[in-house]
């Protein structure tokens, strides 16, 4: 992937890393946008690796983000749209969710995915080869399962709609629009949520083990390097846990 300059949101997180440390090894040049700012032992001495400190909900903040991307490379291939949390007071369903909350986990698990491609438009147009860039939000099976958490669930839903709408807009400029949906996914950077939590979501899976952090890697690779007919689909990665 060496001349090909990657753009991540949420790269600091606990899949985000895995993903962006993949991609460096494939020898991408990778721009991670976070509000974390602790960098792993294992990146951040990578030449091809770019850290800038961005709230993806801040327009402002994007527009830095493009300004010292645009300065740097002039161009991104590829967007990855990752940052996404949910709230604390949705685990408790509607009743608990305080308003609050409900305008934070649209904001953030939807809103900033439009911000996102809404700022960085005109970089993914530079890029040249028109085989090699794409847009790739990072939704979840919460979006069409029973599984609460009602705002960050409405807005990963509303990624699905969104990606429709851009599609062929997008697509006059060769730019591939796609949706990674994630089961549930254990890593390192998680609350301890104990054993009955994973044993809860693991009666869900036709095949007992979960995707792992090096799965959601090895896909977004194929996506974005291998597999380049793929446009406009909801990829679901979750070994069967929403069916
Ligand atoms: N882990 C799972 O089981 C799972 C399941 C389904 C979907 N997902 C989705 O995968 C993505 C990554 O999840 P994760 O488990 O690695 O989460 P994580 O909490 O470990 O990482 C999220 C990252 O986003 C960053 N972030 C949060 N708010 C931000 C903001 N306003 N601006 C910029 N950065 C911000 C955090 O600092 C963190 O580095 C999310 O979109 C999440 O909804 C995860």
Do not use: W
């Not at 095949?207 to 689909?233: M, S």
């Amino acid at each position: 992937m060496e001349d090909t300059v990657i753009v991540i949101t949420g790269g600091h997180g606990g899949i985000g890393k895995v993903v962006v440390y993949c991609l460096l090894k494939k020898g991408a040049k990778v721009v991670v946008l976070d509000t974390n700012d602790t960098k792993s032992s294992k990146i951040k001495s990578n030449e091809n690796y770019t850290f800038i400190k961005t709230d993806v909900t801040n327009i402002n903040d994007l527009q830095n983000a493009h300004d010292i991307i645009k300065e740097k490379y002039n161009h991104i291939n590829h967007l990855i749209s990752m940052a996404g949390i949910n709230m604390k007071s949705e685990v408790e369903g509607i009743k608990g969710i305080t308003f609050e909350d409900i305008d934070k986990s649209i904001k953030l698990n939807l809103n900033a995915h439009i911000y996102l491609i809404k700022t960085m438009l005109d970089l993914l147009e530079n890029a040249k080869q028109k085989d090699n860039k794409s847009f790739l939000m990072i939704s979840s099976i919460n979006a069409i399962t029973a599984y609460g958490l009602p705002a960050y669930s409405a807005a990963k839903s509303g990624i699905y709609g969104f990606m429709n709408s851009i599609l062929n807009e997008l697509g006059k400029s060769y730019i591939r629009v796609n949706t990674i949906s994630l089961g549930t996914v254990p890593h390192m950077e998680q609350e301890v949520k104990g054993d009955e939590y994973f044993e809860h979501y693991v009666k869900h899976l036709a095949i007992k083990h979960f995707v792992r952090p090096n799965d959601v890697a090895d896909t977004i690779y194929a996506l974005l390097k291998i597999a380049k007919c793929i446009n406009g689909q909801n990829i679901v990665l979750d070994m069967g846990q929403s069916v």
